[in-house]
Nanobody, 111 residues
Framework: QVQLVQSGGGLVQPGGSLRLSCTDS????????MGWYRQAPGKQRELVAT?????ITNYADSVKGRFTISRAKNTVYLEMSSLKLEDTAVYYC???????WGQGTQVTVSS
C-alpha cells in the first residue's frame, strides 16, 4: 500500500526558495523511480523532476537549474529556488509512472 506523506510548501515571494519533503511509510522508494509532479490552476498535471533508484535525475525544462530532486532513505525532497510566479501549483510526489495520488502540497509564489 502506497502511503506518501508530504510536507513543506507555502507562500513565497518571487526569487525565494522552498523545500518539499515526501516520506514513504511503505517501501516504494526503494523499488521505483520517484518523481515530483505539479498541477497549476486550469492546467494538466505535469512531471517536474524524477530520480531513479540508481540516482539518475531528470527535470522539466521549465525548472532546470532551479529545482533539485534528492532522495535519502525513505524520503524524497524537492529543493526549489529562484521561484517564479508560474511555479505556483499543487505539488505531488509519486512514483514514476504514478500510482495512487495523494492530496499534494500547495506552493504559491506571489509578491
Amino acid at each position: 500500500q502506497v502511503q506518501l506523506v508530504q510536507s513543506g510548501g507555502g507562500l513565497v515571494q518571487p526569487g525565494g526558495s522552498l523545500r518539499l519533503s515526501c516520506t514513504d511509510s511503505g517501501s516504494i522508494f526503494s523499488i521505483y523511480t520517484m518523481g515530483w509532479y505539479r498541477q497549476a490552476p486550469g492546467k494538466q498535471r505535469e512531471l517536474v523532476a524524477t530520480k531513479t533508484t540508481g540516482g539518475i535525475t531528470n527535470y522539466a525544462d521549465s525548472v532546470k537549474g532551479r529545482f533539485t530532486i534528492s532522495r535519502a532513505k525513505n524520503t524524497v525532497y524537492l529543493e526549489m529556488s529562484s521561484l517564479k510566479l508560474e511555479d505556483t501549483a499543487v505539488y505531488y510526489c509519486n512514483a514514476n509512472p504514478p500510482m495512487t495520488w495523494g492530496q499534494g502540497t500547495q506552493v504559491t509564489v506571489s509578491s
